[in-house]
């Protein structure tokens, strides 16, 4: 209250009972006579109520408040070093995974270029003993050819001894021969 307040407050319940507002049967904290009386206790029971707050109430309000807000900064702070480590933890994971990831890439990179060699290895393999064999068989038709040659020459010279032994004299073989080729 501003000052003026407070002098009009003062004079207003000096002037009261002057004013005759003190008859009658209305409340008795109203009774003006009785205002003095009333602000002392008034004023005397604020104060003890104050000092007791003061002294007694407003400290353990204030050291619970503080022992909650270390047990809350030691809290924040648990959890931020437990986020921290799961994060860590985390991109440890993240980066085994990916070196796993490469590694196995890396691996069937690998195994398919082996299986690649192996199966050129083989048709390499396979195609030397095609080759091979083909030269083989290619080796045993021509000797069988020249066989085949050398019988069917054999054969005409016996047909031609045979034929003209009954006509005229058997001719020799190389004779037979010449007239044949």
Do not use: C
């Amino acid at each position: 209250m501003t000052f003026i307040k407070k002098i009009i407050f003062f004079i207003s319940i000096t002037l009261w009972p002057q004013l005759g507002f003190t008859e009658g049967d209305g409340l008795p904290q109203m009774d003006l006579t009785t205002f003095p009386s009333q602000v002392f206790w008034l004023i005397v029971t604020f104060g003890i109520l104050y000092l007791f707050m003061w002294r007694t109430a407003i400290p353990k309000l204030r050291n619970t408040i503080e022992e909650r807000q270390d047990k809350i900064s030691l809290d924040i702070n648990e959890a931020e070093k437990v986020n921290t480590e799961a994060e860590n933890t985390l991109m440890e994971y993240k980066e085994k995974m990916q070196s796993v990831s490469l590694e196995a890439n890396e691996i069937i990179n690998h195994a398919k270029i082996n299986s690649d060699k192996m199966i050129d290895e083989t048709k390499k393999k396979q195609e030397l003993k095609l080759a091979e064999m083909l030269y083989e068989s290619n080796m045993r038709l021509e000797k069988q050819r020249e066989e085949s040659k050398y019988q069917i020459e054999i054969a005409k010279i016996e047909a031609v001894k045979l034929i003209t032994s009954k006509f005229i004299t058997a001719p020799s073989d190389e004779e037979i021969k010449k007239e044949i080729n």
